[in-house]
């Protein structure tokens, strides 16, 4: 089991550069100094991380994130001279990013007010108050200009709110000598949940549902505290469900670019970014729909080899015991110029020849079995959002991830002719690359 600074090592090593539109922003993950790092600490170490790393969904790249201990906070925001505003979240801190307006949402709008501080603020009578570390964000330019008070401790105050969110120490705002720190409200509150990582008895709790998360128990959440906004909120984006179309861009004309005549393409059973490539791309061979998940991959096997129209495949839905997402891909504007049309997919559906539907898991591949596939064949092999997906991140360590992602990338260098791997790193960015071997 790796430890955070080389957990934190192993995200950065594939060096996403933070986006134009956020670089200024810091996306701070914090880890307390005398917390043990053991098997639950590293999943919602892994969860923080790959939350807030890019995307106002959790979905995206682009975030300039980083890693440090709590000690090293207000040294981390003094060298980060170039950025205007932190969000600084313990590890352990979790958002529902199926929020009418994700957490990180709320951030780019704090980023963009002239309010100094949000936390979470703990104001016990007769005490000094505090921020409390699980979530904070901080204007940078403000917090430089009062010369840089500390982010977590006591501090003075001169006025607080009358009403609390909740018994009497929560208080919607309060005022210090320089400046004032405003709690998070309750559109805020509400979708978001923190592990307290640092209590003994809740993280002893949280193994076994991690346990049966990991184990593929499907009924993990019956393990779960009504009281847990943690796993409530992890819960909220892992049911089970057949994609029916696509929800990224193709990318297809950077794999033409490669000019390769492909004769294998292994694709995702979800959508049909299979039969596109099958279609538009120089290929003249045999298409594997696979996924982990048998439903996915009967689903895929019925709506292909019937060439369902979208009203069929809704029907056939409503009998088949599993769920249907109908969401995103072709039906999202932004990225209706990147598919066809209803008729064209069921044309190019109709115009495959060898097709194969695999139950394959590719963080447990059959190495011989894909050696077997591969071998002197000129290949794309298709991973889609696979070793970014939160749920994936969620079931395995990140060192795995890293492992099974270089591995299938290693078998395909060894084995194949040629080939093309399109897909995103465990960090969630999308690598199209391209190598044509000595074989």
């Known amino acids: 089991m790796i430890e955070f600074k080389e957990f934190a090592n192993q995200w950065s090593k594939y060096n996403v550069q933070p986006s134009k539109k956020t670089k200024h922003l810091l996306f701070l993950v914090v880890y307390p100094d005398k917390l ?16 807030v790393s890019g995307g106002t969904t959790g979905a995206g790249t682009g975030h300039n994130i980083q890693h440090c201990l709590k000690s090293e906070v207000e040294q981390v925001l003094t060298d980060n001279t ?26 780019i709008d704090f980023s963009n007010s002239d309010k100094y501080c949000k936390a979470h603020i703990i104001a016990f009578p007769n005490r000094l108050p505090y921020c409390h570390d699980q979530h904070i964000e901080l204007n940078l330019i403000k917090w430089r200009e009062h010369n840089c008070p500390t982010v977590y401790t006591l501090f003075e105050f001169t006025e607080r709110s009358e009403e609390n969110f909740h018994d009497d120490y929560t208080p919607h705002w309060i005022t210090a000598t320089r400046y004032t720190v405003e709690n998070f409200a309750e559109d805020e509150r509400k979708y978001k949940g923190y592990a307290y990582p640092v209590s003994e008895e809740r993280i002893n709790k949280s193994a076994k549902v991690w346990e ?5 128990n499907p009924n993990w959440f019956d393990l779960v505290s009504s009281k847990d906004n943690y796993f409530r909120h992890l819960y909220a984006r892992s049911t089970q469900c057949y994609y029916v179309v696509n929800n990224e861009y193709t990318f297809i004309d950077k794999i033409k670019e490669k000019d390769l005549e492909f004769d294998l393409i292994f694709t995702p059973a979800a959508g ?10 120089n290929f003249n061979g045999k298409v594997i729909f696979y996924d982990y998940f048998e439903k ?18 809704k029907t056939y839905a409503s009998f088949f015991d599993h769920s249907f997402d109908f969401s995103g891909g072709h039906t999202a504007s932004e990225k209706a110029k990147d598919y066809k049309d209803e008729a064209t ?14 139950v394959m898991n590719l963080l447990n591949i059959d190495t011989a ?24 991140h969620a079931v395995y360590s990140l060192d795995k991830i890293d492992i099974a992602y270089n591995t299938i990338k290693k078998l395909l260098n060894t084995h194949a002719k040629a080939y093309v791997f399109r897909g995103t790193n465990p960090a969630k960015k999308m690598t199209i690359e391209q190598c044509i071997t000595d074989i």
């Not at 591969?374 to 070793?387: Q, R």
């Open 272 to 281: 049909y970014i299979g039969e596109m490539f099958a279609n538009e791309l």
């Open 212 to 216: 049966a998360i990991i184990d593929g």
């Open 36 to 51: 043990s790092w053991t098997f639950p600490i590293e999943k919602m170490t892994q969860m923080t991380t790959l939350l």
């Open 369 to 392: 079995q894909l050696i077997e596939d591969i071998k002197g064949k000129t290949v794309l092999f298709n991973t889609s959002n696979i070793f970014g997906y939160h749920m994936v």
């Open 345 to 358: 997919l069921l044309e190019y559906q109709r115009n495959l020849t060898e097709v194969e539907y695999r």
């Open 82 to 107: 170039e950025c205007t505003h932190a969000m600084i979240v313990s590890v352990g801190m979790i958002f529902d990013m199926t929020a009418p307006k994700t957490q990180i949402q709320h951030f």
């Open 296 to 313: 996915n991959v009967i689903a895929k096997r019925n709506i292909t080899e019937m060439n369902m129209t979208m009203i069929e495949i």
